[in-house]
T-cell receptor
Framework: GQQVMQIPQYQHVQEGEDFTTYCNSS?????IQWYKQRPGGHPVFLIQLVKSGEVKKQKRLTFQFGEAKKNSSLHITATQTTDVGTYFCAGSSGDFGNEKLTFGTGTRLTIIP | DAGVIQSPRHEVTEMGQEVTLRCKPI?????LFWYRQTMMRGLELLIY????????DSGMPEDRFSAKMPNASFSTLKIQPSEPRDSAVYFCASSLWISGNTIYFGEGSWLTVV
């Protein structure tokens, strides 16, 4: 079955440093989504990427979808304490109307003030 | 606009007892998902429904777990009998299937089995 792996599993950064998490799928994806889960909270949708090589930005967050549509990355510039949480990618594959969404293993980000 | 509503938010129960978790999806969404999250296993998909019909229950750990969706606005996940290893956060989520599978999660039911 489809597997979606994320690295690193954990990342501790000093406030103000950059952070990147990488997502790799065993199969080609139709789209990829990113979610953020704050400590004690629930996953919240951030963004969806659909096109090969697509790049999207949300303020300090930059999301990329690989050319082969099998990998993706999330980069945060100048982290802040509000960025603390676990970031999940979720890859979708399958025929239209019968897609299956598989969540990655997540990267837990902690910020040292 | 109400999101996905789950109950109870927290439950502590004794081993062997029956546990029923409830979910009301976002109105108009036709797909509903049950996830389990633990430190060891991360976020696991247990089962999902499309138009109230179970599509994939391959993630349900064993026969002690069952899920139903009697109508478009209500679903239950039942564990009988419960065991300590079932302790986890159980998330219900819903989506409008056609819109690219963006999933909206409830706040979760925190289950502790002692």
């Amino acid at each position: 079955g489809q597997q979606v792996m994320q690295i690193p599993q954990y990342q501790h950064v000093q406030e103000g440093e950059d952070f990147t998490t990488y997502c790799n799928s065993s199969t080609t994806l139709s789209n990829i989504q990113w979610y953020k889960q704050r400590p004690g909270g629930h996953p919240v949708f951030l963004i969806q990427l659909v096109k090969s090589g697509e790049v999207k930005k949300q303020k300090r967050l930059t999301f990329q979808f690989g050319e082969a549509k099998k990998n993706s990355s999330l980069h945060i510039t100048a982290t802040q304490t509000t960025d603390v949480g676990t970031y999940f990618c979720a890859g979708s594959s399958g025929d239209f109307g019968n897609e299956k969404l598989t969540f990655g293993t997540g990267t837990r980000l902690t910020i040292i003030p | 606009d109400a999101g996905v509503i789950q109950s109870p938010r927290h439950e502590v129960t004794e081993m062997g007892q029956e546990v029923t978790l409830r979910c009301k999806p976002i109105s108009g969404h036709n797909s509903l998902f049950w996830y389990r999250q633990t430190m060891m296993r991360g976020l696991e998909l247990l089962i999902y429904f499309n138009n109230n019909v179970p599509i994939d229950d391959s993630g349900m750990p064993e026969d002690r777990f069952s899920a139903k969706m009697p109508n478009a606005s209500f679903s239950t996940l039942k564990i009988q009998p419960s065991e300590p290893r079932d302790s986890a956060v159980y998330f219900c989520a819903s989506s409008l299937w056609i819109s690219g599978n963006t999933i909206y999660f409830g706040e979760g039911s925190w289950l502790t089995v002692v």
